[in-house]
C-alpha cells in the first residue's frame, strides 16, 4: 500500500530531494552523528528524524490522565499508568507517520478548514452559536492555547485526508461484493459482554468536597454573565473598498435607520436589506450573546443601548450594522446550593464513565489474550448473555441502540471475537458462536449491491489503514524514549535491596 501511493509523487520528490541531499551535507557536514545523538536523548521520541518533545508528550499525558483519572478517588495502578503512557505514545508516532507522509503527498489545511471545524464544535457554542469567550474559557481549564488547540485540530484534519486518500485507494471486485452478501446472508448466534455506564451510577456516592472542589473551578460557567439578545441590519463591505464605496454604503444604512425611526418594523427592513444571511430571515435577530462573543466595536455598541433603541451606524470589518437591542439580562453569581444537583449529576455520569471504561478495557485485555469471550469472561468475572438466531437488521432484547452490535456482529468470522463496540451508552463486546447461511438471492443482491459495496469499501479502507500503520511503522526509523522507560522501570521496581516491593509515587511523572 505504501509503495504504490508514493509511485504517484515519486517525479516530484525526486527533485526536492536531489536538492535537500546537497543542502543536508554542506550545513550539517561531519557534526550530523553528534546533532543526531543530542535528538535522540532529549526527545520523548524521533521518528524518521522528527522529534516529538517531552513538552509535547507531557502536555497530552497532562489531558488524558486528567480525562481519566482526574475525578476518581482510586488511585490508578503502576500497570494501567504504564499501559496509558504507551498507548499514548503510540498514538503520538501514529500521528507524526500520517502527518509525514501527508506533507509529502501535499496534503495540505487550510485557514478556513480549521475555523470551520472549530466552529462547528458544540462544546464552544451558546445557543446554537459559536461563543468565543466559552472557547477561551474551556481551553485555558484545559490549560491549552489557542495557538495549541488550532494545530492540534490542523494535524487531525491532515490526519483525516490521509485516511480518506487511503480508503479511496482500496478497490472492490464484484465477486468480493458477492461472496460479502453471502457471508451477511445467514443467521447467528452470539455471546454478548457490555459495560453499560449508567448501571455503574447505582448506589455511587460523590464526597461534599468533590462537589465543592468542581464548583469552585468550574464557577464561571454556572454565574449568569450579562447578555443583550439583539438584531442587526447590515450592509456588506469589503475590505478593500474605496473611502467612496464606504460611503455610499453608509448612506444607505442611514436612510434606513431613518426610516425605521419613522416607523418601519426593524425586523421588516432587515429581512429586506440586511446582507447577513445568517440572520437576515430572522428579521436580523442574533439571539442572546455576552461579552467576547462578537467582534469589539459591535459588542461596545450593542452593551451601550437600552432595550428598545437603535445605535448610531457602527462600523466593523463586515462592513456597517445598525443594531437594536431588544432584550438584557443583567449578571447574576450562582450559588453552590443552587447548581449543586447539577453538579452532582456531572461528577456521578464522570466517576460512572470512568469505571465503565477502566473495567472494559481490563476486559479487552483479557480477551486478547485468551481469544474468546466466555473464557475472558470467566476469568474477570463480568457477566455476558448469549442470544438465540438472529439475522441482519435484527435488535437484542432488553439493549437500547443494539442495531450497532448486530451490525458489526455481521462482519465477524465465526468464534472470533470483536474489538470494543460503541453503543449508545455502553462499551460492548461479542462473539459469533453459531452460523448458518440463508440460500443465495439474486433479487435480494442486486437491490443491496450498492450499499453492500460502500460498507465493503469502508471496511477495506479501514484496514488499509491499519496496513500501511503497520508498514509504516515497519519501514521507520524510531527512537521511543518512553517505551525504553517503561520497561527500565519495569526491571527496576519488582524488588529493593531489602526484597520489598519498591514504592510507586502518588503522583504519575510524564
Known amino acids: 500500500m505504501m509503495n504504490s501511493m508514493r509511485k504517484y509523487t515519486k517525479v516530484i520528490l525526486w527533485f526536492v530531494v536531489v536538492a535537500f541531499v546537497g543542502t543536508i551535507f554542506f550545513v550539517w557536514g561531519m557534526d550530523l552523528g553528534r546533532r543526531k545523538q543530542s535528538l535522540e536523548q532529549q526527545s520523548a521520541a524521533v521518528v524518521n528524524g522528527d522529534p516529538i518533545s517531552y513538552e509535547t508528550f507531557g502536555q497530552h499525558w497532562e489531558q488524558r490522565y486528567r480525562q481519566i483519572f482526574a475525578d476518581s478517588d482510586e488511585e490508578p495502578s503502576p500497570q494501567d499508568l504504564q499501559r496509558l503512557r504507551n498507548d499514548l505514545m503510540d498514538s503520538l508516532i501514529d500521528t507524526l507517520l500520517v502527518s509525514q507522509e501527508a506533507k509529502k503527498l501535499g496534503l495540505g489545511v487550510l485557514p478556513e478548514e480549521v475555523a470551520a471545524r472549530i466552529y462547528s464544535m458544540p462544546a464552544f457554542q451558546h445557543e446554537?452559536?459559536?461563543?468565543?469567550?466559552?472557547?477561551?474559557?474551556?481551553?485555558?481549564?484545559?490549560?491549552?492555547?489557542?495557538?495549541?488547540?488550532?494545530?492540534?485540530?490542523?494535524?487531525?484534519?491532515?490526519t483525516v485526508k490521509m485516511h480518506?486518500?487511503?480508503?479511496?485507494?482500496?478497490?472492490?471486485?464484484?465477486?468480493?461484493?458477492?461472496?460479502?452478501?453471502?457471508?451477511?446472508?445467514?443467521?447467528?448466534?452470539?455471546?454478548?459482554?457490555?459495560?453499560?455506564?449508567?448501571?455503574?451510577?447505582?448506589?455511587?456516592?460523590?464526597?461534599?468536597?468533590?462537589v465543592e472542589d468542581y464548583y469552585q473551578s468550574h464557577r464561571e460557567e454556572y454565574d449568569q454573565p450579562e447578555e443583550v439578545q439583539a438584531a442587526h441590519i447590515l450592509i456588506r463591505v469589503n475590505a478593500d473598498a474605496t473611502e467612496e464605496e464606504k460611503l455610499t454604503a453608509k448612506l444607505k444604512l442611514e436612510n434606513l435607520k431613518s426610516?425605521?425611526?419613522?416607523?418601519?418594523?426593524?425586523?421588516?427592513?432587515?429581512?429586506?436589506?440586511s446582507d447577513d444571511p445568517g440572520s437576515a430571515a430572522q428579521?436580523?435577530?442574533?439571539?442572546?450573546?455576552?461579552?467576547?462573543?462578537?467582534?469589539?466595536?459591535?459588542?461596545?455598541?450593542?452593551?451601550?443601548?437600552?432595550?428598545?433603541?437603535?445605535?448610531?451606524?457602527?462600523?466593523?470589518?463586515?462592513?456597517?450594522?445598525?443594531?437594536?437591542?431588544?432584550?438584557?439580562?443583567e449578571a447574576k453569581k450562582s450559588t453552590l446550593a443552587g447548581v449543586r444537583g447539577k453538579i452532582l449529576k456531572i461528577l456521578k455520569e464522570q466517576e460512572a464513565k470512568r469505571q465503565a471504561q477502566k473495567n472494559a478495557a481490563d476486559f479487552l485485555k483479557r480477551l486478547q489474550e485468551t481469544k474468546d469471550l466466555s473464557r475472558a469472561g470467566q476469568q474477570a468475572k463480568?457477566?455476558?448473555?448469549?442470544?438465540?438466531?438472529?439475522?441482519?437488521?435484527?435488535?437484542?432484547?432488553?439493549?437500547?441502540?443494539?442495531e450497532r452490535i448486530v451490525d458489526q456482529a455481521f462482519d465477524l468470522a465465526l468464534n472470533r471475537p470483536s474489538a470494543s463496540i460503541f453503543s449508545g451508552d455502553g462499551i460492548y463486546f461479542v462473539q459469533v458462536t453459531a452460523e448458518k447461511f440463508r440460500p443465495f438471492n439474486e433479487n435480494l443482491y442486486s437491490l443491496e449491491?450498492?450499499?453492500l459495496?460502500?460498507?465493503?469499501?469502508?471496511?477495506?479502507?479501514?484496514?488499509?489503514?491499519?496496513?500501511?500503520?503497520?508498514?509504516?511503522?515497519?519501514?521507520?526509523?524510531?527512537?521511543?524514549?518512553?517505551?525504553?522507560?517503561?520497561?527500565?522501570?519495569?526491571?527496576?521496581?519488582?524488588?529493593?535491596?531489602?526484597?520489598?516491593?519498591?514504592?510507586?509515587?502518588?503522583?504519575?511523572?510524564?
Open 128 to 158: 446554537g452559536r459559536f461563543f468565543r469567550e466559552k472557547y477561551l474559557s474551556l481551553l485555558n481549564y484545559s490549560r491549552i492555547t489557542p495557538e495549541e488547540f488550532e494545530a492540534e485540530q490542523a494535524q487531525s484534519i491532515q
Open 164 to 210: 480518506q486518500l487511503l480508503r479511496d485507494s482500496v478497490l472492490v471486485t464484484e465477486s468480493e461484493v458477492r461472496a460479502y452478501y453471502r457471508s451477511r446472508s445467514r443467521r447467528i448466534k452470539l455471546q454478548v459482554a457490555g459495560f453499560h455506564w449508567k448501571k455503574y451510577q447505582l448506589g455511587l456516592q460523590i464526597p461534599a468536597k468533590r
Open 259 to 273: 426610516e425605521i425611526e419613522k416607523g418601519r418594523p426593524f425586523a421588516e427592513m432587515a429581512k429586506e436589506y
Open 283 to 329: 428579521g436580523g435577530d442574533l439571539g442572546y450573546f455576552r461579552r467576547g462573543a462578537m467582534v469589539k466595536p459591535f459588542e461596545e455598541a450593542a452593551f451601550a443601548l437600552k432595550p428598545g433603541a437603535l445605535s448610531q451606524i457602527v462600523e466593523t470589518p463586515f462592513g456597517f450594522h445598525l443594531i437594536k437591542v431588544t432584550k438584557r439580562r
Open 382 to 402: 463480568v457477566k455476558f448473555t448469549t442470544t438465540g438466531w438472529i439475522q441482519e437488521g435484527d435488535s437484542l432484547p432488553g439493549l437500547e441502540t443494539s
Open 449 to 451: 449491491y450498492e450499499t
Open 453 to 510: 459495496l460502500e460498507r465493503l469499501k469502508s471496511l477495506r479502507g479501514n484496514q488499509a489503514v491499519r496496513d500501511w500503520l503497520a508498514e509504516a511503522r515497519a519501514q521507520a526509523t524510531i527512537t521511543n524514549n518512553i517505551e525504553k522507560e517503561s520497561s527500565e522501570t519495569e526491571d527496576e521496581t519488582p524488588e529493593n535491596q531489602d526484597g520489598q516491593a519498591a514504592s510507586t509515587p502518588e503522583q504519575p511523572a510524564p
